[in-house]
């Protein structure tokens, strides 16, 4: 076998299928999840109204934003990335298997938190693991995170694919006994290969192979001991973490506490809004910012709301936008005599992001070299803008659905094709400026903002879609066009600050 991968590291290999499959599942999940809640019992399903579904689905997908953080940790100080990746991909696998074996709501949802513990160990720490097989950075390790992300992509592409074949070939479940079949291959595949990450992702931060690179002061903060041993006391603090945690969700699955999904929903997102105040907080007034920094953490924060109010509208992919596919979309291809899956339009998203991501790049250059590329804060505006077009779109469908008929697959195309263009005007250059305006010293905290802001947006849209009451159609396009009011109107205001914001960022182009 060659020791190389497209003139990469070999390792590049591992750390693609690994992901790919990773994507595969979480999109294939996404897919799938909210229209097995939804169906009827006597069909397969759990038989949950639409406002308990969309809360759980808002959960599911904040909860493996907000297990990165941790997971992270994990890998940093205690067991290194490759053991996480590893063991998070089982975790992965693991809990596919019990939603397919589960028999109640709480048994399910036990499988679900087993998913977003094991997308917290392997999806930042497969992604670490790649930059550290490239040590000397550069042009080569960029391309290999372009190669990476065609990963990332196919595997989007073909999850929703797959697993909606299934649960119509197979019955419901089946979605879920397939993503979690292809992880468990993924977590294979990782295992048997590992050998061609060398050192990459093996040692902790605490490690004597990482103390050289990290510094005296730094190693001394990580708590490194002789002998490369890791010390007890992170050990000791994640263990009381682990078992308040399983206290928690023992009370809950035997129901010792109640479990209600729209309450905990609400919860959450209250408890990530007053996570975010108090981090800035102290960012502001206890980071000793120079004022050049103090300046650059205010394009943060409104970066921060930004993500956070465009992935509230953008997460209504696998929600709002899902149910109405299955119910209000003509799915029926008559020449073919074939009913698309309505799983199947999940793949437009990541289908459109590979035909189009290098045309936006493209773009960016070229009125880079005429002076008329917009500035980052103009890109999210442009962004929101975008995506609250798509819900316009989705509007003047549900308008029509209102009239008493279904409509046709060309409004969901044109609605995800705009919301993919907002995807891309906001996603890539927000990820890369967090980077470029944090502090060095706070990099890797602000890099988790960023994070917690898509896991803010991702339950608000669990929230927002709950809204939707499928007993009266006729109030549909008022609250698609509530949307796009505020996702235009909030859009516009950033377009109109964006000037004033830019001249914050000073010289960081």
Same mark, same amino acid.
């Given at each position: ?152 992509? #196919? !595997? *989007?592409?073909?999850?929703? @694919? ?6 119509? +070939?197979?019955? /419901?479940? $089946? %979605? ?72 928690? #969700? !023992? *009370?809950?699955?035997?129901? @010792? ?6 309450? +905990?929903?609400? /919860?959450? $997102? %209250? ?87 290098? +045309? ?150």
């Amino acid at each position: 076998m060659s020791d190389t991968f497209f003139g990469h590291p070999r390792g590049l290999a591992t750390c693609f299928f690994t992901e790919m499959w990773e994507r595969f599942t979480y999109y294939g999940m996404r897919a799938v999840l909210v229209l097995f809640l939804v169906n009827a019992v006597s069909h397969g399903g759990l038989g949950i109204d639409d406002k308990t579904a969309f809360a759980i689905y808002g959960l599911y997908t904040a909860g493996t934003f907000l297990a990165a953080l941790p997971g992270g940790w994990i890998a940093d100080r205690l067991i290194g990335a490759q053991r996480a990746v590893l063991i998070g991909g089982c975790a992965i696998a693991l809990g596919n298997a019990l939603l397919v074996m589960s028999n109640s709501p709480r048994s399910f949802y036990f499988g679900l938190l087993v998913i977003i513990l094991g997308v917290g160990l392997l999806k930042p720490n497969i992604s670490a693991i790649v930059g550290q097989l490239y040590p000397e950075g550069g042009a080569r390790l960029d391309a290999g995170f372009n190669l990476f992300y065609i990963g990332i992509n #196919v !595997g *989007a592409v073909l999850g929703p @694919l797959v697993t909606g074949e299934a649960q119509q +070939l197979f019955g /419901s479940r $089946a %979605g879920f006994a397939a993503a979690g079949l292809f992880m468990a291959l993924g977590a294979l595949q990782f295992y048997l290969t590992r050998r061609y990450l060398g050192e990459a992702g093996k040692t902790t931060a605490d490690s004597p192979a990482l103390a050289g690179e990290l510094g005296p002061s730094d190693a001394v903060a990580g708590g490194a001991v002789a002998g490369g041993a890791v010390p007890t006391k992170p050990w000791l603090g994640l263990w009381v973490c682990v078992a308040i945690v399983a206290s928690l #969700v !023992g *009370a809950m699955y035997f129901g @010792l506490i109640s479990l209600n999904p729209v309450s +905990l929903a609400r /919860s959450t $997102a %209250g408890l990530i809004v007053g996570m975010a105040v108090l981090y800035f907080a102290y960012f502001f007034l206890f980071g000793k910012l120079t004022r050049e920094e103090s300046r650059h953490g205010i394009v943060l924060v409104v970066l921060f709301v930004g993500c956070a109010l465009f992935f509230s509208g953008y997460e209504q992919a696998g929600s709002s936008m899902n149910l109405f596919a299955e119910r209000y979309t003509d799915r029926v291809v008559s020449t073919l005599h074939f009913t698309l899956p309505t799983e199947w339009f999940q793949s437009l998203n990541p289908t459109y992001i590979v035909v189009f991501a290098p +045309l936006f790049a493209w773009l960016w250059i070229a009125l880079a070299k005429r002076h008329l590329n917009p500035s980052v804060p103009a890109k999210f505006a442009i962004g929101v803008i975008l995506m609250g077009s798509g819900f316009l779109v989705m509007a003047a469908g549900a308008s029509i659905v209102a009239s008493g008929s279904k409509v046709s697959p060309s409004w969901l195309i044109m609605a995800y094709l705009l919301h993919t263009y907002g995807e891309l005007c906001l996603s890539p250059v927000g990820l890369s400026y967090f980077t470029k305006l944090a502090p060095r010293r706070f990099v890797g905290q602000l890099m988790g903002m960023w994070f917690l802001a898509i896991s803010m947006g991702n339950l608000i849209a669990g929230l927002i879609a709950g809204e939707f009451d499928a007993e009266h159609v006729a109030a549909m396009p008022g609250q698609y066009l509530r949307i796009v009011y505020f996702s235009v109107g909030l859009g516009t205001i950033l377009l109109i600050l964006s000037r004033p914001v830019k001249k914050l960022m000073g010289r960081i182009e």
